[in-house]
Every structure is written in structure tokens, then in C-alpha cells.
């Protein structure tokens, strides 16, 4: 008997030739044995629903969502998840046997497991998370609902992160939330300082006080790779050695879209470990 055609699944996003999205998938599908193939798709800025849409239409049968879709992706899906709703922004699509299209965010999720991956308990430890987009967003509520004694969100907009901070107090009462702005920080040390801003690899570097970490605090840059390296780099000169890129939320919010689809969720070790010596050689 011939062997069925593969399932097919795809990232959206703009720009995405860099996505390592496919590479991540078919080392799951290998791993698990399942027939499927992953590509990369670029999403046009004002024709995405109808893009989604031909795209199911097409075939396809799920589709992570990135840069700038995550939002557009939030409005299309008819079925939401509950972390999706809090997070506002949808990164996983799938269509029910009804054709209506469901969508996720595994992006927090992604982020708690790295953590664990990392033994970092986030219970009544002090964070700071910069940046207030979508990505801090997806965070958000898995964080809290580890317990933190204190979370304080600082963006370079205040107003936005304001906006979190109401959004969000009700799901921990007992953790003290707080917004900021990145020119006013209040004093440090905290635990756990995450860069949720998208300044990686741009010209505008962050001005960060030293302060705001200690010897065993966790700095964690959502970016990757090299464009992990300033905020990583500022967080050792300040005497913080405990730093991580974003590689493992990458590989965890992805493995959790993966089993969505496939109901079998991938080992992630092995994968995490593959990336990190194609990306840099380690
Ligand atoms: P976003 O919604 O566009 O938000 C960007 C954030 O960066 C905002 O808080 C923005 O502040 C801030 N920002 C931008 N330029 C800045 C500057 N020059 N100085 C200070 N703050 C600046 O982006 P996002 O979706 O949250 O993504 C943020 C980063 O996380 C991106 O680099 C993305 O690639 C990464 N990410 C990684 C993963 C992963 O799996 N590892 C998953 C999701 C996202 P304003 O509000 O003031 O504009």
C-alpha cells in the first residue's frame, strides 16, 4: 500500500525566512515518528484572516502564529483557549471537524518550562519583566499563577504596562503587581529579570542599573542566540552569571503546539541540545 500523503503544517509571519519553527517540527516528527511536514509562510499585513483561511482551505492542518499575526490570529479564532484569552494574542491555530478554527498561546507555557528546565521556582520570588507586548502578555498569567511575591512590569510606555497590571490583578491577589517605567526601576535585587523587549538585536540598547540584579538571580532574554548577548553580557558585568537565552521557551511553546496537534508531546531535552550546537556550536 503507498504511504498517505503527510499531514502539513506551517508558521506564519513577516519576516519569517529566519523561523526556526520548521527545524524545530521535524526533529518532533522524527522523533516521534509522525507523518507530517512544517513549512515556513510569509503572511501579508492586512490579508491574513483571508490568508488562514485559504491556507486550511488549502490543506493545512494547523499553523503557528508569529511577528506581527499574533493579535490577528487572537481575532480569527472562534474557539479560544483560556490562556489565550488572557494573553490576548493566538501563536497556534487548528480547525475542529466543523470547520471552526480554535487557537492557543502556548508561549507562557513554553517560558514556565524553560524555567523549570533551568530549576527556577518562580513561588514567592521577586520579578521583573521588561517590556509590555504581546510577549509578556503570554507570560503573564502562568507566571503569576506560580506565586510570585512581586512582579513589576516596566516598559518604555507606561501607560501599557499599566494596562497589564490591571488585567492581570485578579488572577494573584496575593502577589504584588506593579507598573513602571524603564527610566524610573525601582530598586533591586530581583530573582528573576526577564528582557520581554524587542531591543535584541536593534540599536537602541536598554539602560539597565546594576542594581537590579545579585550573584544567583536568573537574567532571561526571550531572544535567542546572538541577539541575547547585550542584555545577557549588562547582567554578568553586574555580576549575575545565571543568565539564559530563549532557545528553551522556543523549543517548549512549540513541543506544546506539537502535541495539540498530534496529541503525543515531543522530548524536548534532545531537540534543545541539537539547536544549541547548530546555532552556536555548543
Ligand atoms: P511587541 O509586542 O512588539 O512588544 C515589543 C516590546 O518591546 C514593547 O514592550 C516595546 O515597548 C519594547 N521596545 C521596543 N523597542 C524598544 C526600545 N528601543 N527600547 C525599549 N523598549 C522597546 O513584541 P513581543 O511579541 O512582545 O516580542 C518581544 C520579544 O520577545 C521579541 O524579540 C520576540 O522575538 C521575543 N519572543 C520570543 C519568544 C520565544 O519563544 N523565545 C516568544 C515570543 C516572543 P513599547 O510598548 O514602549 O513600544
Known amino acids: 500500500m503507498s504511504d498517505p500523503r503527510p499531514d502539513r503544517y506551517a508558521v506564519v509571519g513577516n519576516p519569517i525566512h529566519h523561523s526556526l519553527s520548521p527545524r524545530i517540527h ?27 483561511w485559504a491556507w486550511f482551505s488549502s490543506g493545512f492542518r494547523g499553523l503557528n502564529v508569529t511577528v506581527p499575526f499574533k493579535e490577528e490570529a487572537f481575532a480569527l479564532a472562534r474557539v479560544l483557549t483560556d490562556r489565550a484569552r488572557h494573553a490576548g494574542a493566538v501563536n497556534t491555530l487548528w480547525r475542529d471537524d466543523e470547520r471552526r478554527i480554535h487557537g492557543d ?22 520579578i521583573l519583566i521588561l517590556g509590555a507586548g504581546g510577549a509578556t502578555r503570554g507570560l503573564l498569567q502562568p507566571l503569576l499563577e506560580g506565586g510570585p511575591e512581586a512582579l513589576v512590569i516596566a516598559n518604555r510606555t507606561v501607560a501599557r504596562a499599566e494596562g497589564l497590571v490591571e488585567a492581570f490583578r485578579d488572577i494573584a491577589p496575593a502577589t504584588r503587581l506593579a507598573a513602571c517605567g524603564l527610566d524610573t526601576l525601582p530598586q533591586g535585587p530581583f530573582d528573576l529579570v526577564v528582557n520581554a523587549t524587542a531591543t535584541g538585536l536593534g540599536e537602541d540598547a536598554l539602560d539597565l542599573p546594576a542594581h537590579l540584579v ?36 522556543l523549543v517548549e511553546q512549540a513541543a ?27
Open 214 to 249: 545579585q550573584a544567583d538571580s536568573l537574567a532571561y532574554d526571550l531572544v535567542y542566540g546572538a541577539g541575547a548577548q547585550r542584555f545577557l553580557g549588562w547582567a554578568e558585568a553586574a555580576g549575575c552569571s545565571n543568565g539564559s537565552d530563549g532557545l528553551g521557551m
Open 105 to 126: 498561546n502556548t508561549d507562557g507555557v513554553g517560558f514556565c518550562r524553560d524555567l523549570d528546565r533551568l530549576n527556577f521556582d518562580v513561588r514567592s520570588r521577586r
Open 26 to 52: 521535524a526533529l518532533f516528527a522524527e522523533q516521534t515518528g509522525q507523518h507530517l511536514t512544517y513549512e515556513a509562510l510569509q503572511g501579508t499585513p492586512g490579508q491574513f484572516a483571508e490568508e488562514v
Open 256 to 282: 506544546e503546539a506539537f502535541a495539540i496537534w498530534r496529541g503525543v508531546h515531543p522530548e524536548t531535552a534532545p531537540v534543545l541540545r541539537e539547536l544549541r550546537h547548530e546555532i552556536d556550536g555548543q
